[in-house]
Antibody
């Protein structure tokens, strides 16, 4: 069945780096943009960023990746379509980055709804 | 940045109709998605393109969007509908995807 499985979460000190992975199965991974969404403990959903289906820009979306302002320059989303895997490289981590991180597949084009979500992986930034 | 405003909580008796609002400046010009999240679980999509239901979502769930308010309506509410609900849009002005703060639906 269509599935996304995140991994790589853990406890990390402020200022350090961490890389999350999102393994996809059950669909043509290279055809869909994928988002990262996070949720701090007891808080709501917060969009983190997105990467286009092929990691490239297009006529409709000039950039291949978009990020929320608070992570721009610190987080990098990439993908390896040959391995059906998405990555979130997080540098210069801050305590406020503590959250469950979900990857989510779009239903159609990059602007469409998030129809499949992973189960999430917890990241705790603490000394 | 674009802001979506939801009531923190909505309460409804079983069998009645729940309406959860999502306010935003001219949100009627955008397409709205709604997600349901139960404790300890990942969100699931319940409404997309303002009014469409993914397969497997009961017909009791419906959506509307006009002016400055989008609404998720749940008819004949059941105990199993108790969850947090989030609205979401894409903001073309910033190329950011935005979630509302979420509304906790309590079935009395």
């Amino acid at each position: 069945q269509v599935q996304l499985v995140e991994s790589g979460g853990g406890v990390v000190q402020p200022g350090r780096s961490l890389r999350l992975s999102c393994a996809a199965s059950g669909f043509t991974f290279s055809s869909y943009a994928i988002h990262w969404v996070r949720q701090a403990p007891g808080k709501g959903l917060e969009w983190v960023g997105v990467i286009s289906h092929d990691g490239r820009g297009s006529y409709y979306a000039a950039s291949s990746t978009y990020y929320r302002d608070s992570v721009k320059g610190r987080f990098t989303i990439s993908r390896d379509n040959s391995k059906n895997t998405l990555y979130l490289e997080m540098d210069s981590l801050r305590p406020e980055d503590t959250a469950v991180y979900y990857c989510a597949k779009v239903r159609g084009d990059i602007y469409s709804a998030f129809d499949i979500w992973g189960q999430g992986t917890m990241v705790t930034v603490s000394s | 940045s674009y802001v979506l405003t939801q009531p923190p909580s909505v309460s409804v008796a079983p069998g009645k109709t729940a309406r959860i609002s999502c306010g935003g400046n001219n949100i009627g010009r955008k397409t709205v998605q709604w997600y349901q999240q139960k404790p300890g679980q990942a969100p699931i999509l319940v409404i997309y393109y303002d009014t469409d239901r993914p397969s497997g979502i009961p017909e009791r769930f419906s959506g509307s969007n006009s002016g400055n308010t989008a609404t998720l309506t749940i008819s004949r509410v059941e105990a199993g509908d108790e969850a947090d609900y989030y609205c979401q849009v894409w903001d073309s002005g910033t190329d950011h995807w935005v979630f509302g703060g979420g509304s906790k639906l309590t079935v009395l």
